[in-house]
């Protein structure tokens, strides 16, 4: 069973430009979630989408957005890039939330975004 | 709110040794609880989870953390840490509801030393 698939794997943009980041979830997943991780930072969520909806979204600007498609693959998509925006971007997906008891999400490598 | 406080963001053990990751959790309700480790260049990988039932979970690679509402703990340990242990061990808190979300906390770099 493949895992959780991101694309591309690094990256190097400049301030200003934009990026689009790409996440296929494991077949049958219908969520899938995207963190933000930096040294200092530490992990933190971004959205959270399922079924096409994005159910909740973190404290991010709105230069950071996303989307998800009818077959769950999910991209994300950072407009005029800041320095601070260096980070390695994790995608996750999970059967869903809830409804069955605990979610568990499983990771992708992640992508690794470095803005110069 | 949940929150999630990791204690000691660096943990050195020798090879053998006792490995024991302290994370603490803040939730309004019963929370869902999550033992994550990521090694260099690679996402994040489960360890064990607890959800109801039994307060001692057992995970992969001889890893368990017991879960103690009354302390609002759950501590990861290992008997016998080895070399291949060495990575980034993270805590994360699930409140349920409709908030679709872990809380991480800053995660424990586990260093084992030959």
């Known amino acids: 069973k493949a895992g959780v698939t991101q694309t591309p794997r690094y990256l190097i943009k400049t301030r200003g430009q934009q990026v689009t980041l790409s996440c296929s979830p494991i077949?049958?997943?219908?969520?899938v979630s995207w963190y933000q991780q930096t040294p200092g930072q530490g992990l933190q969520f971004l959205f959270e989408y399922f079924s096409e909806t994005q159910r909740n979204k973190g404290n991010f600007p709105g230069r950071f957005s996303g989307r998800q498609f009818s077959n769950s693959r999910s991209e994300m998509n950072v407009s005029t890039l800041e320095l601070g925006d260096s980070a390695l971007y994790l995608c996750a997906s999970s059967l869903g939330w809830g409804t069955s008891g605990a979610n568990v999400l499983t990771f992708g490598a992640g992508s690794r975004l470095t803005v110069l | 709110a949940q929150s999630v406080t990791q204690l000691g963001s660096h943990v050195s053990v020798s090879e053998g040794a006792l490995v024991l990751l302290r994370c603490n959790y803040s939730?309004?309700?019963?929370?869902?609880l999550f033992w994550y480790v990521q090694y260099p260049n690679q996402g994040l990988q489960l360890l064990l989870k607890?959800?109801?039932?039994?307060?001692l979970v057992k995970g992969i690679n001889g890893f368990e953390a017991e879960f103690k509402k009354s302390e609002t703990s759950f501590h990861l340990t290992k008997p016998s840490a080895h070399m291949s242990d060495a990575a980034e061990y993270f805590c994360a808190v699930y409140s349920g509801g409709s908030n679709y979300k872990l809380t991480f906390g800053k995660g424990t770099l586990l260093t084992v030393n030959p």
């Open positions: 077949s049958g997943h219908r969520s």
């Open positions: 607890y959800t109801t039932g039994a307060t």
């Open positions: 939730s309004s309700v019963p929370p869902y």
